[in-house]
């Protein structure tokens, strides 16, 4: 094995990442020394690129869909074998003692730390991962069509968790997150209706392939009341807008990371015990559900591959809509 990697790297938010050549990390107690078959890349990725992540520790190596294969295993590691396939997620380090990992919400824990954000992430040959978040994945499948369910799918599954069991749910923004839980949705026999910007005729006719019952621009109404709304796309807007389409006792879920401001709305909108909430990260639990529920679906991942060192490009790409689905680095 060589003891150098090729490595993306964010130096400065606002510019470009850079490629370099860094040392293979060794694994530390607990973790798990992984090569890389492949990264997702994720519009998280592009807020902290841009710069809309607080205190990001830099220089980082973004990248939190990862998926790739044991290498080595720090000392304390038990329950996993040299060349298993496993998957990593945003959510890479916790505490395990505060009263929110306690309680079963470790996607809240006060001392969390985020892979590609805190902790170096996947856009890189190897990479080390904390073993208590590394989900055992099926070797058979192919690596980059695996790499969405990481964060799109799993961020996904647990808003649509949150939406509880709503029927015919509205969809804002259908990109990688979108376009998995739409077949989610389909497999569960609900209706889902899809919301792009204005004049995306492209991503509303991916969403009617996709088995959607309506699709359309987000500034018009479905032609449906909705039970709730999950809101992929990180404009604020789009909130009171969703709100005036769902129903009494609806909700309206936010499962962006980083959402432009959220206009003033009348109280109206939220009356009738209308819910608003957001949703934070994963816990291992969401984990163990989506990763076991995807292959019965089965979810097909759509997606774009990109060369390691054309990651800027991919991000660019994403920034722009520029493809359906989702786009995944290969080393
Ligand atoms: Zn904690
Ligand atoms: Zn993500």
């Known amino acids: 094995?060589?003891?150098?990697?090729?490595?993306?790297?964010?130096?400065?938010?606002?510019?470009?990442?850079?490629?370099?050549?860094?040392?293979?990390?060794?694994?530390?107690?607990?973790?798990?020394?992984?090569?890389?078959?492949?990264?997702?890349?994720?519009?998280?990725?592009?807020?902290?690129?841009?710069?809309?992540?607080?205190?990001?520790?830099?220089?980082?190596?973004?990248?939190?869909?990862?998926?790739?294969?044991?290498?080595?295993?720090?000392?304390?590691?038990?329950?996993?074998?040299?060349?298993?396939?496993?998957?990593?997620?945003?959510?890479?380090?916790?505490?395990?003692?505060?009263?929110?990992?306690?309680?079963?919400?470790?996607?809240?824990?006060?001392?969390?730390?985020?892979?590609?954000?805190?902790?170096?992430?996947?856009?890189?040959?190897?990479?080390?991962?904390?073993?208590?978040?590394?989900?055992?994945?099926?070797?058979?499948?192919?690596?980059?069509?695996?790499?969405?369910?990481?964060?799109?799918?799993?961020?996904?599954?647990?808003?649509?968790?949150?939406?509880?069991?709503?029927?015919?749910?509205?969809?804002?923004?259908?990109?990688?997150?979108?376009?998995?839980?739409?077949?989610?949705?389909?497999?569960?026999?609900?209706?889902?209706?899809?919301?792009t910007r204005p004049g995306d005729a492209a991503s509303q006719a991916f969403a009617r392939q996709l088995g959607a019952a309506w699709a359309g621009a987000a500034d018009q109404p479905p032609p449906q009341r909705l039970d709730a709304a999950l809101i992929f796309a990180p404009a604020g807007a789009l909130l009171p807008t969703a709100l005036g389409h769902v129903r009494k006792g609806g909700c309206v879920v936010c499962a962006g990371i980083h959402m432009s401001d959220i206009p003033a709305f009348p109280y109206s909108l939220l009356w009738g015990e209308r819910q608003v909430r957001s949703v934070a990260n994963l816990t291992r639990r969401d984990g163990d559900e989506f990763l076991a529920l995807a292959p019965r679906i089965p979810v097909n991942t759509e997606i774009v591959r990109f060369p390691l060192d054309r990651a800027n490009e991919a991000l660019d790409q994403l920034r722009r809509g520029a493809f359906q689905g989702a786009a995944v680095l290969v080393p």
């Open 1 to 195: 094995m060589s003891t150098t990697m090729r490595a993306m790297i964010l130096e400065r938010p606002g510019s470009p990442l850079r490629a370099v050549e860094l040392p293979v990390p060794a694994p530390a107690p607990g973790q798990l020394l992984l090569r890389v078959e492949a990264c997702g890349v994720c519009r998280t990725d592009l807020h902290l690129v841009d710069g809309e992540l607080p205190d990001p520790v830099l220089p980082m190596i973004p990248g939190h869909e990862i998926v790739g294969r044991v290498v080595a295993a720090g000392d304390g590691v038990d329950g996993f074998r040299s060349g298993q396939r496993v998957g990593v997620p945003w959510l890479g380090w916790t505490c395990g003692h505060c009263d929110f990992c306690r309680h079963g919400h470790e996607n809240l824990c006060d001392a969390a730390r985020f892979t590609g954000y805190q902790i170096a992430g996947g856009y890189a040959e190897y990479t080390v991962a904390d073993a208590r978040y590394c989900f055992p994945l099926p070797d058979a499948a192919d690596p980059a069509a695996l790499a969405p369910l990481l964060c799109a799918g799993l961020i996904g599954y647990r808003a649509l968790v949150l939406a509880g069991d709503a029927r015919r749910i509205g969809i804002y923004g259908f990109g990688a997150a979108a376009h998995i839980i739409a077949q989610v949705l389909r497999h569960q026999g609900r209706e889902f209706y899809a919301f």
